[in-house]
């Protein structure tokens, strides 16, 4: 909360910390002249670093063993004005009287420069008005002492000592109290350079918030988003900067006159679709008739502003400021802005919504430049197999296609991970990648020059996994008619990757565990313990969080795997990359087979990206494979009576509302990259605060991190 505004009438009573316990109980034998200078020192310790709120009752700790009084009275002047910043009371009930400060005890103080010691406030006659005033509300004190608080630069305040008793001032009281004042002058100028520099580093942060918000524009003319994301990207992140309660983009038709709208709503607001698309429409109406910009209020109209409005101000909108979004001399659409409380737009806010308008519109138009050319694209008949340059990836991830922001989020995590030391587990659907992505690991990590070492434990019988993971001597079981290295002995130096880690069987997790902790192990039939230096990556499809529930899976071997998890995302939750994918796989198995294949009509892509592929990358690897072998010419000639059998295959099964919402839940945090608050967070995309979100995941027992 601001100083400026701070203005505390009815307080609590003091209850000090056990410091000021400390420093006043000394005091409170009877005093000595030589105690209360003692004082002195003790009180500008404590003042230093003082809250507006703690800096009176700390005080008032302090002086009332020293001094007779009821309550300690402390207020502080804007500079030239008589204007309070703030005004606090050490303890009490104080009631305002109306009486103009310029006629009160503080304004003379202040202005003086000087103490006032009134003994008998009865019988003083400079101030009756407010005497009387006070009188009237019931409070009527008998003695207080005023003195002015200075600094080099001026007066800055009044701090007062008030008593329901007589009570006369001594000289050396006076002299006393006039060195307390100028302790407190100083405790409350460092109060208000304090406030000074956090609304100096306030300011800053806002003009880095802009400065950001316009760079991130500018990225997106680069990254060609979808116009849906650009418009909700960008009225969260404007919202947020220019203090808004309310945010709308639209775009217009310039037929009807009428728009599509993006908006974004403050935490605790909420309005009915129909008003806000009943705003958008007269939104777009007042910009597709005048393009200018405006800001105002429901008193004083202006020709752009909407304050006015019964839509608007049935909306609950008391101040608001709309803006074109112009390019190329043609109108697009509109930015607004609005806010519940009575604050103006100021013009330095208005000139960067200008300036965000015009970064808008150049993006709005490249994308409705780029959404033309696609729908042109679309009526064609066919697409151009495999453009080198269109399923190119990162050169460090040659093996995994896809552009989507799941896929993507998974790969940075991939390097952030791969340079550590960490064991990774690798969790996803079966056929979702999940040996593509351990690989990458190895191929990121200072390991990638020793060996990349792979077992697949649900493919090899339990008796014989043990023997796999770490080997045997000659004679240990029957058959083992010689030594035999294992997986860990190999993988030295490198990475093993334990695929479907939940396939171990429990009596063996013990010496996993072991190998994992102290990086040494026997073969089976052997005493001898052998030293390994190995990295282990695991993966499974299974909840190994529900295994160590039912007592299946060990809880310190998940612990021990589980330092960083990865979650690979389904292919239904990544469709976007499903043409790359296909496009990738006709490319390789059509060179694999020597065939020539050039095109693929857009009903098919259109019916494969459709299908929601159960099997996941390996369902449509094979399914492409089985497309390239049925393909005698350059068409690919794509078996689709197949997906049409597995869909009238699928019964659908009714789910309880329970696990719909938790598989709601659970999409938007996996689209979100599991963050939950924020413009692009899944408290967003559900149109929920994030307190809300948060609860209901608790309530639907989902993990804060894929499990």
């Not at 938007?668 to 948060?694: D, Q, Y």
Request: proline residues 5%; neutral net charge; glycine residues 6%.
């Amino acid at each position: 909360m601001s100083v400026a505004k701070l203005a505390l009438t009815t307080l609590r009573p003091f209850t000090g910390s056990l410091l000021r316990m400390h420093l006043a109980q000394p005091l409170r034998e009877p005093g000595t002249l030589a105690k209360r200078y003692e004082a002195l020192s003790r009180l500008s310790c404590t003042l230093v670093s003082q809250t507006p709120e703690d800096l009176p009752y700390n005080l008032s700790a302090l002086m009332r063993p020293l001094l007779d009084f009821d309550f300690l009275d402390l207020i502080v002047f804007k500079e030239g004005s008589s204007e309070v910043l703030w005004h606090s009371i050490g303890a009490g009930q104080f009631p305002t009287p109306d009486v103009p400060m310029q006629e009160t005890t503080y304004w003379w103080v202040y202005q003086q420069k000087q103490p006032l010691f009134i003994s008998e406030w009865k019988s003083d006659k400079r101030f009756a008005a407010r005497r009387d005033a006070l009188k009237s509300l019931g409070f009527e004190y008998r003695s207080l002492c005023r003195l002015p608080l200075r600094t080099p630069g001026g007066p800055i305040g009044v701090l007062s000592f008030v008593s329901f008793r007589p009570h006369d001032y001594s000289e050396e009281e006076m002299r006393f109290l006039s060195f307390v004042a100028d302790q407190v002058s100083l405790a409350v100028a460092n109060v208000l350079h304090l406030e000074k520099s956090r609304s100096a580093r306030s300011e800053l942060c806002v003009t880095c918030e802009r400065l950001k918000l316009l760079e991130e524009l500018t990225e997106s003319l680069a990254d060609n988003p979808k116009i849906d994301d650009l418009l909700t990207g960008v009225t969260a992140s404007a919202r947020r900067v220019i203090r808004s309660d309310f945010a709308m983009l639209g775009l217009l038709n310039s037929d009807t006159g009428q728009s599509l709208n993006a908006f974004n709503l403050r935490d605790g607001i909420t309005i009915e679709r129909k008003v806000i698309d009943s705003l958008g429409e007269l939104l777009a109406a007042r910009v597709f008739s005048k393009s200018k910009s405006g800001a105002g209020t429901a008193e004083d109209p202006t020709p752009m502003c909407v304050d006015g409005d019964r839509i608007w101000v049935e909306a609950g909108f008391k101040r608001g400021c709309l803006l074109p979004l112009v390019t190329r001399g043609q109108t697009l659409g509109i930015l607004a802005m609005g806010r519940i409380e009575n604050t103006i737009y100021s013009q330095d806010e208005i000139e960067f919504l200008l300036l965000l308008s015009r970064q808008v519109a150049m993006a709005v138009d490249k994308a409705l430049v780029r959404g033309e050319l696609r729908e042109l694209r679309g009526n064609s008949s066919e697409q151009r197999v495999c453009l080198d340059d269109e399923i190119r990836t990162d050169s460090r991830f040659d093996e995994i296609v896809g552009r989507s922001s799941a896929l993507q989020c998974v790969l940075r995590e991939i390097e952030l991970v791969a340079p550590t030391e960490s064991n990774v587990l690798i969790m996803g659907e079966t056929g979702t990648g999940k040996e593509l992505v351990a690989r990458a690991v190895h191929n990121l990590s200072t390991r990638r020059g020793g060996p990349f070492v792979k077992l697949n434990c649900a493919a090899i019988p339990s008796g014989l996994i043990e023997s796999e993971l770490f080997g045997h001597e000659k004679g240990a079981f029957t058959g083992a008619i010689m030594r035999k290295a294992g997986r860990f002995e190999i993988a030295d130096k490198g990475t093993l990757f334990l695929d479907e880690v939940g396939d171990i069987p429990l009596e063996l997790q013990p010496k996993l565990l072991r190998v994992l902790q102290e990086s040494e192990f026997e073969r089976l039939g052997s005493t001898r313990t052998q030293q390994v230096d190995v990295r282990v990556v695991a993966a499974t499809h299974r909840d190994l969080k529900q295994m160590v529930d039912d007592g299946k899976f060990r809880h310190d071997l998940y612990y021990r795997l589980h330092v960083f998890p990865l979650l690979v995302p389904p292919l239904r939750d990544r469709r976007e990359d499903i043409p790359l994918l296909v496009r990738h796989y006709v490319d390789k198995y059509a060179q694999r087979m020597n065939r020539r294949i050039e095109t693929i009509p857009s009903h098919a892509m259109e019916a494969v990206a459709r299908h929601p592929w159960p099997g996941n990358v390996r369902e449509l690897q094979n399914f492409i494979e089985r497309a390239v072998i049925l393909t005698p010419g350059s068409v690919l000639r794509a078996p689709l009576a197949e997906l049409k059998q597995a869909a009238q295959r699928r019964s659908p099964r009714l789910s309880t509302l329970e696990d719909a919402e938790r598989e709601h839940v659970l999409r938007a945090l996996r689209e979100s990259s599991w963050i939950i608050g924020g413009p692009n967070g899944a408290a967003a995309r559900l149109g929920m605060k994030r307190t809300t979100l948060a609860y209901r995941i608790r309530r639907l027992n989902i993990p804060c991190r894929p499990q």
